[in-house]
Structures are given as C-alpha cells and as structure tokens.
C-alpha cells in the first residue's frame, strides 16, 4: 500500500496520514474496561443499560466484538489487551489486573465470566483471572469447550475430543 | 487406479479384486453393536475387560475409532451406521434402535453417553435417544459442546460461541 500511494496518489497518501494521526492521537483506552475509547469511559462502561453484576473478561477488543455480536449478553467487560505471557513481558501489571481487583473487590460484581481463549496462556490466565475473582467473593464461570456446533467427532483433534467426552452432560 | 491396473498390471489387479471380495464377504456386522466384524460378535464386544455398564452411541465406526485413540474410555459401544435421516430413507429402524431400546431394558447399563455429531441430524438423533435411555431408565449423558481447545473466540462461529457463552461453567 505504502508504494502505491508513494508512486500514484501522493496527495491521497498525505491525507490518510493525517487521519491516521488523528485516530491514534484521539483514541485512548476506556477508563474502566481498558478497550479502546475516544473518551475517557467507552459507550459501553458508560451505558445505564448494562447489568453492572455481571463482568466478562476477555483478551481482546475483537474477541468482545466477537461475543457482542454472537450472544445476547448485556452485562459488562473488562479487556486485558493481551494475557499472561512472561516471554512476552505481559504480567498481571500489563493487564491492568489490580484495576480489575479494585473492581471486583467493590461488592457489585457477582458473576466473572472468564472469556479467555482456550489455548495454554489463555487458560494460565483463566486461573489466574479465578484466583482474583474468589479472593474478591465472586464467582468465576468459564466458556464450555468441546466439539464446535456443525462439526464431526472424526475431524475434531484428539485433546478436544478427550475434553468434550471427560466433561459430558447429563441431558435433560 | 482402475485404469492404471487394467493398463498396466492386470495380474496385480486381478489378485486386489480377489482379496476385496473375499473381504467383503467376511465382514458383516457384530450383533451387538453393530459395528464391521468379521466374528458375529466383535472384539471390543466379546472383552471381559471393557465396563458393561456404560454404552457410547456413535454414528460410525470412524467415531468409535476416534473416541478409542482419543480418551481412555472403558466401556461399551453401539454403531448406528448412520443417523435419523428421514429424507435418506434412514429411520429407528434402519439404525438398530430396537436392539438398542432391547438392550438398555436389561438393566445393565446405567449410563448412555449420546456421541453423535453436533450437527442437526446428530442433534435430532440425540434427542431420540435420550428419550429411549429415559424409558428404559438409563442416564443419557451427552458430549460437550463449544469452543475447541486451542482454538480463538474470534474464530468460532457464532452459533458455537453463543452456545459456549451460554453454557458456561463454575470454575471450581
Ligand atoms: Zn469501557
Ligand atoms: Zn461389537
């Protein structure tokens, strides 16, 4: 992209500059859930009709737009932009952590849903995230993992066939 | 391959059609569960090792296959050879479900783990039969559904994910 607006469009190529500035320099992150905000508290933290009892944490603002769109959830979020990863530097100071135990310690909370990713770092932080919720007097809940709606036993790997089989339900 | 054995290598191709048929005349059907067998009553069928009183309804025998390789499941199996697919011309009948009811009225079992795909014939399926475990007094457990592990929120499909989202766990 760089080269066809060095080459062709140069005036073009400065006017998407400046709105690029712009955007990086009026968007913040939301004082509350951390995601991004052009004002202090995002539409979402500052709306009055979202339940306040019920916090989700996930660990991106993609993965918020994700369970938005997909479920009918109307309580809050928190965004850890990122999840524990030592390698990588990210530690609970990173992912605003304290903040999220300032919040959870408040008394309003009563349900964290854990919406980190199922993968190893993303379940590290789940435990971690369940430890605080706990410590806080509130009730950590995870998503279910297992075979995905559509799918087939035979093309599911062999760690999610072991969960799903390990943890099956009682139908009723 | 057909072609490259009648140009190529008709003797080799005669010796396959041979063995094919000899294999397809030897394996019928285990009378218990159903699945391919060469003895009348399988293998996994005739072990005194394996839990009689838990039964896995599956749809193939590539399921039963990847629920072995899978987990360290200790119990006993019923292949449908199918699922409830009216409009293939597959009903209770053609899938056996009359020697199934048979069996979970001996009172053996008690516990049937539903391992159909989660897909809406699997589905469908699964509904028929918990009710027949219910009949015949037996707990119909079913698989669980939702995010595969390893896998991104934002890459689930939407229906998963709000399944994931709505059947969520305690974490304890
Ligand atoms: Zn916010
Ligand atoms: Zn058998």
């Given at each position: 992209m760089a080269f066809h607006l060095l080459e062709r469009e140069r005036e073009r190529g400065l006017k998407l500059a400046a709105v690029l500035e712009q955007a990086i320099q009026r968007i913040g992150h939301c004082s509350q859930c951390r995601n991004f905000s052009e004002e202090s508290l995002c539409s979402l933290c500052a709306s009055s009709s979202r339940d306040r009892q019920v916090l989700c944490v996930v660990e991106s603002p993609t993965d918020l737009a994700a369970i938005e769109q997909a479920t009918g959830y109307r309580g809050q979020y928190f965004v850890l932009m990122g999840r524990l990863s030592p390698l990588d530097g990210l530690g609970p100071e990173e992912l605003g952590l304290a903040q999220l135990t300032e919040r959870l310690g408040v008394?309003?909370?009563?349900?964290?849903?854990?919406?980190?990713?199922?993968?190893v770092e993303g379940e590290a932080t789940a435990h971690y995230l369940a430890q605080l919720a706990r410590a806080g007097g509130v009730r950590p809940t995870r998503l279910a993992h297992g075979v995905p709606l559509g799918g087939e036993l035979e093309y599911v790997d062999r760690g999610t066939l072991a969960h799903a089989f390990g943890s099956r339900q009682l139908l009723d």
């Open positions: 008394g309003e909370i009563e349900e964290l849903i854990i919406a980190t990713n199922p993968t």
